[in-house]
């Protein structure tokens, strides 16, 4: 009976020291996932903004994916300010929904990118051109009132009656 | 006026008209000056003006709102974070000079994208929930942002001159440097004066 009771008081102490020591490497283990999943957001951020800014610098309207990154910011910000106050699953949690608002942002960014990059192009031909021909169309017309406007002149001229001027 | 007075007056008219025509496309070779890139950052009372700042504080009471506003003249979008901050009247401000931030460590953050010539305002509210006094020192354990709760363990000697227990709440700008791919601090900086009362 001594044995038995023996035994049970063991496994109680067994379950009580493994369960402190499984919360502690729970505890420590929850901190470097909250740091490392607020390092992954930040990394998938700075990889969308990125690709936000060459589209906007290819010239695209980039309003929308700026809202969709604001979202994302603002859950980074939210995941950073957890870990600081010991809040890691929370964290974790803001973390993944900052990466979650990213979803798709590059490829959109890309698209959008290669859009713009087109319309560019096709707008400084239009642009180049549209120079090129106003100039020549501004030089011959030019020229050509020009001519109109001497040969009037002269024949203005030839027909006016010499006077006399008194002195 | 004579044939040649009106020959000269064409040529001047054509050479107008065809730098006119010219200039869509040398805009697209040539870039013309740009104005002066830079960031606003300020900081409004609860009234939504440069007034009706928090400054008598007492433990456990909510202060605010106070709004900080950003906006972006960088020429193009921007990532911007506003760090907040809190030290006593002995600690160090940022260096405005040096362009480096302050090395306390930062409390709460706002993280936000700005399109060119947009503004953006957050709201903070705050409260001191555990602060002690002893002799001519105070001390602040906790201070609670956006219902957040920071530990902060700092303490204040009593200020002589001005008569107080003085602290400061502070907001850095820092912007993401795409060339450097971090963010920097962005030299801009906001304060809001404490005075931790006992009653």
Redesign the interface.
Known sequence: MSGLRLVAVLCVLFVLVSSVFVLGVTASATESEAVSAVEGAEAA??EA??A??EA??AGGN??EL?DR??VA??Y??TA???V??GDFAGAVGNAGLCVEALEGLVKDAAALRDTAARASVQR?WI??S???V??V???C???L??RW??QR?SKRALTMKPEVADE | MTLEGYRTLFLVGGLILGLVALIPGLSVVFSFPEGERFSELWLLGSEHMAEGYPFNVRAGEMQGPVYVGICNHMGDSQYYVVQVKFRNWTQLLPNGTMTLASPLPTLHEFGFFLADGETKEVQMGFAIVDAAFEGNVSVVAKILINNHSFPVDLSSRWNVEKQGFYYQLFFELWRYDSMMQSLRFHNRFVTLWLNMTRT
């Open positions: 951020v700075a903004f990125g936000v800014l906007e610098r980039v309003s700026l990154l604001d910011a603002a980074l910000a950073k300010v957890c600081r106050t400084l642009t180049t549209g120079s090129v106003g100039v169309i501004v030089v017309g030019s020229f009132s020009w406007f001497k002149y």
